[in-house]
């Protein structure tokens, strides 16, 4: 087994990071269902207090993989843009 120390060996910053924000997607997966589907008031604040968290922690770290160029994003095109709009205000 490898010792947590160890994983530097193995792993750099960015993959670290990609592992942590991969893992931060499935933690506020499961917290968005447990605050939805929770039947006790008190309870379900809690999730999304959590859940909550859990954003600004998966925020970080995407921001820190983009800021390093580890995470690259292409702007939308407009036209695109204009026709998601279009379809969801038409919607009831």
């Not at 160890?6 to 499935?26: P, R, T, V």
């Not at 039947?39 to 859940?51: P, S």
Request: hydrophobic content about 35%; overall charge negative; charged content about 20%.
């Amino acid at each position: 087994m490898i010792h947590p120390d160890q994983c530097a060996q193995f792993m750099g910053e960015k993959e670290i990071l990609q592992d942590g924000l991969i893992s931060q997607k499935l933690i506020a997966g499961s917290y968005n269902t447990f605050a939805g589907e929770c039947v006790n008031e008190q309870l379900r604040g809690a999730f999304l207090n959590i859940l909550d968290e859990e954003h600004r922690i998966q925020a970080d770290m995407f921001c820190a993989l983009q800021q390093n160029g580890w995470y690259q994003t292409e702007p939308a095109q407009q036209q695109k843009v204009q026709m998601a709009r279009q379809k969801f205000s038409q919607q009831p």
